[in-house]
């Protein structure tokens, strides 16, 4: 059983930053991209960002690029979502989610594996 725990949300002022953590284990998560997908109240889940398996080719959803940055280190089996510069539509429950792919994709039909989410909560 594949098992994907996030941490790291809570409450922080516009303008602040957050950085996000999600521990795998159950299967070799190297081999596999990773991703992270948010969704607000009344809002469908949408795509964030997303890592290769090794970390080093990344992509971005157009309003995150900029104050978001993805990484990972495969021998913690950790992925990271580093927030900067947060604004007010930036609250979300924010997901961790894994493929079966090696490069970073950005469809949420190709993430087969997700946390339970973690909240972020920016006030202004």
């Known amino acids: 059983q594949v098992q994907l725990v996030e941490s790291g949300g809570g409450l922080v002022q516009a303008g602040g930053s957050l950085r996000l953590s999600c521990a795998a284990s159950?299967?070799?998560?190297?081999?596999?991209?990773m991703g992270w997908f948010r969704q607000a109240p009344g809002k469908e889940r949408e795509f964030v960002a997303s890592?290769?398996?090794?970390?080093?080719?990344?992509i971005y959803a157009d309003s995150v690029r900029g104050r978001f940055t993805i990484s990972r280190d495969n021998a913690k089996n950790t992925v990271y979502l580093q927030m900067n510069s947060l604004k007010p539509e930036d609250t979300a429950v924010y997901y961790c989610a894994g493929t079966y792919g090696l490069g970073p994709r950005g469809e949420f039909s190709e993430y087969h594996y997700w946390g339970q989410g973690t909240q972020v909560t920016v006030s202004s």
């Open positions: 890592a290769s398996w090794n970390g080093s080719s990344t």
């Open positions: 159950g299967r070799t998560f190297s081999r596999y991209a």
